[in-house]
């Protein structure tokens, strides 16, 4: 009891490791330390957190001790469980606690909190109730595990549900306040352990193991301007012996301890299934294709049409060394005879030859796995930016006269006048490493597309130009070809060829640039600089921190088993082992300010300004499904932002002498993304309304342009015939054989051509995954602890008006996929554009929009 026989009453939530520890899913491990002098074994039991296993102490927010910080009050334990909460959700735990009140402690505004126990756990949060002095109830939501005292030496803080910026601090919690920030930077030296909470930068140092063999090493991107690249997360992994600027690979990278999955379900665990992929079953399937001779390659349409409708019988015994995830399980569906067997892809549900048609091929452009590359043809001939002096000649050689063929009618400059002629330009991105792609068993072209608006609102093809280096030398430019529409005979085959080659290059800039880099990659440095500079009390962490889950967590498991050395990428697109190095030099042209998509859209000619407008641009393509639907979610982000900003920064004033995040914005501008610092482009943080956009731009990243290139992927890419991955012949020419098979068998020509039968495998497998939701997904417009992020009333309705407003833009979407008149948004295939619809159920759904990049 305390000084006068009062106490606070309190509920503390938390989940045992073993519910969620990935590598307990199978068994129950470890020791706990009930407090009384010995260890137990650990058992599916609250008993063990009883007695003195768990120490709480109460920090004063009002009243503060001889050295300026706030009153620490006595230590109190967690005292019974609570069998009855109504809020308690699926596997959790609570407990009673009491601490002693003393009137010369005041108001908590924070606690400490340390782990006796020789098993960490998951403190979801502290409640404390009626708190005298008619103060109520104050909430402390922490997610956040709890390491051993042994381990993880200083006490945890944490603190109570207010917002404050940094001047407005109480002052009894200003110590606290930078004692926690300062904790989380860490001293920048050290390898890493798995209890650390240290967030700090590094350059990407350990795609390559160049130990293992020089055909294993991989260049440093980040650092440098020949290579430029965003920064990871630091590990502080030794060197390699090799090479002492490439770091040590490990089975295990290490991210800071609460940005680790914390799901409820083993199958929730949807990236674990990649890393399980790459180690398990990648090596399975080689096994069959090296060992039993299975044929890789695809004899006709049908036999790729079988993995949906027969699977691939295997060796029973492939699989069964295999992790036993229920995500990995259900991608072998078997069921006593081992087989693959991947659900239909949503392009051929309806239609089995639709894809083929000009008509779908133009549409998935717009709306399809990678709509924001589209540009308006705004001059003619199209030219290249590359360096003439090094690379020569590259104008394009495609004519007016053969444009014109199928223009309906106009003349090629009033196509341009009139803004109805578009390119997807994939050229200058893979011209300065085609030669050596094409040194290796893939062969691919530089391309550009050309198309046309036609009245009725759809997309047409008219050519596609196919570059090759010239023999010669990179001096003389390029050898190309153009290549026109045909639907009959010979010339209908080669023009399949020639949209493939086109999709080949445009999966690979997907995956790497669309999908990797420009969500990914980009985003991980604000996660870091915002756990490093801005407090847990500061608004804008509180706007931005839902859109970081699991992105630091899934973007370690990438570099260490999809776009690593010898990984899941380079085993199965065209980029191979120059992939992650190509998009490095892409990030060279990469602008924070342009991710924004009114400014994407107004950069690429798909959008002209215009005030009058419904989101202030008026679109060329008026039936421009990702472009329309994507303003409308823009807007909600917007209005959202702007309206909780306001409450926090009414002037500039407010702004510039915020210095945690003034501190924020440099970090991320000189270190996060410090290849780019002297970029003229970067706002300088000095109004509410660049914060406002920066805001904006961030979240519109993480959540609506991540989920447009992301659960798409196996519902258009899941028919590899419609997404090749890469190819693996020139195309035919005449008096050839190849060329003959054309006519003869061209189905089984564009199967010799595109992605075999293996790579498909280990694709199909990987965008299942990438392309589901987890069950335990918080959705755009949602949050966890939805009801207690803030005390700040303003701020919650705010948040709920956010909420109703995607509510009703996706009522207006869905309204949008029911009107016949727009023939972009369903297409050939009958696939309505769902991409951006906000809401979601668990599962391969081809919609909703997760909060952050989460896999």
Known sequence: MGLFGQTITGTVVLMQKNVLDINSLTSVEGLVDTGLGGLTSIVDTVTSFLGRSVAFQLISSDIVDSSGKGKVGNTAYLKGAINNLPTLGDKQNAFKIEFDYDSNVGIPGAFYVKNYMSNEFLLISLTLDDIPNNVGTIHFVCNSWIYNAKNYQSDRIFFANNTYLPSKTPSALVYYRELELKTLRGDGTGERKEWDRIYDYDVYNDLGDPDKGVQYARPVLGGSSTYPYPRRGRTGRKPTNTDPNSESRSSSIYIPRDETFGHLKSSDFLAYGIKSLSQDVVPALKSVFDINFTPNEFDSFDDVFDLYEGGIHLPTDVFKEITPLPVVNELLRTDGEAFLKFPVPKVVQVSKSAWMTDEEFAREIIAGLNPGLIRVLQEFPPKSKLDSTVYGDHTCIITKE??????????????????????????????????????????????????????????????????????????????????????????????????????????????????????????????????????????????????????????????????????????????????????????????????????????????????????????????????????????????????????????????????????????????????????????????????????????????????????????????????????????????????????????????????????????????????????????????????????????????????????????????????????????PVTMPYTLLYPSSEEGLTFRGIPNSISI
């Not at 400059?413 to 803004?419: C, F, L, P, T």
């Not at 005979?489 to 080949?504: P, T």
């Not at 909780?644 to 002037?651: D, F, N």
């Not at 990243?701 to 590899?720: C, D, E, K, R, T």
Request: aromatic share 10%; hydrophobic share 40%.
């Open 402 to 827: 053969q444009l014109e063929l199928n223009l309906d009618g106009l003349t090629t400059d009033e196509a341009i006048q009139g803004k109805k002629l578009f390119i997807l330009d994939h050229h200058d991105s893979i011209i300065p490493y085609l030669r050596r792609i094409n040194s290796t068993p893939t062969k691919a072209y530089a391309s550009r597309t050309i198309l046309f608006l036609k009245n009725d609102g759809t997309l047409k093809p008219l050519a596609i130009e196919l570059s090759l280096p010239h023999p010669q030398g990179d001096q003389y430019g390029v050898v190309s070809n153009v290549y026109l529409p045909a639907i009959e005979g010979v010339e209908s085959a080669i023009w399949l060829l020639a949209k493939a080659y086109v999709i080949v290059n445009d999966s690979c800039f997907h995956q790497l640039v669309s999908h990797w880099l420009n969500t990914h990659a980009v985003v991980e440095p604000f996660v870091i600089a915002t756990n490093r500079q801005l407090s847990v009390l500061h608004p804008i962490y509180k706007l931005l921190q839902p859109h970081y889950r699991d992105t630091m967590n899934i973007n370690s498991l990438a570099r260490s088993s999809l776009v690593n050395a010898d990984g899941i990428i380079e085993k199965t697109f065209l980029w191979g082992r120059y992939a992650m190095e190509m998009s490095s030099v892409i990030y060279k042209d990469w602008v924070f300010t342009d991710q924004a998509l009114p400014a994407d859209l107004i950069k690429r000619g798909m959008a002209v300004e215009d005030p009058s407008s419904p989101h202030g641009v008026r679109l060329i393509v008026e039936d421009y499904p990702y472009a329309v639907d994507g303003l409308d979610i823009w807007d909600a982000i917007k209005a959202w932002v702007q309206e909780y900003v306001s409450i926090y920064y009414p002037s500039n004033d407010t702004i510039q002498q915020d210095s945690e995040l003034q501190s924020w914005w440099h970090e991320i501008v000189t270190v996060g993304h410090g290849d780019k610092k002297d970029a003229p482009w970067w706002p300088t943080m000095q109004t509410p309304q660049e914060l406002i956009q920066v805001c904006s731009t961030l979240i519109w990243i993480a959540s609506a342009l991540h989920a447009a290139v992301n659960f798409g992927q196996y519902p258009y890419g899941g028919f590899i015939l419609n997404r090749p991955t890469l190819s693996r012949r020139f195309m035919p020419e005449k008096g050839t054989p190849e060329y003959d098979e054309l006519s003869t068998n061209a189905q089984k020509a564009y199967l010799r051509t595109i992605t075999p039968k293996f790579q498909t495998l280990i694709d199909l497998s990987v965008i299942e995954i990438l392309s589901r939701h987890a069950s335990d997904e918080y959705y755009l417009g949602q949050r966890d602890s939805a009801d207690f992020w803030t005390n700040d009333t303003r701020a919650q309705e705010a948040f709920k008006r956010f909420g109703t407003n995607l509510a009703n833009v996706e009522l207006q979407l869905v309204q949008r996929n029911n009107n016949e008149t727009l023939r972009n948004r369903v297409g």
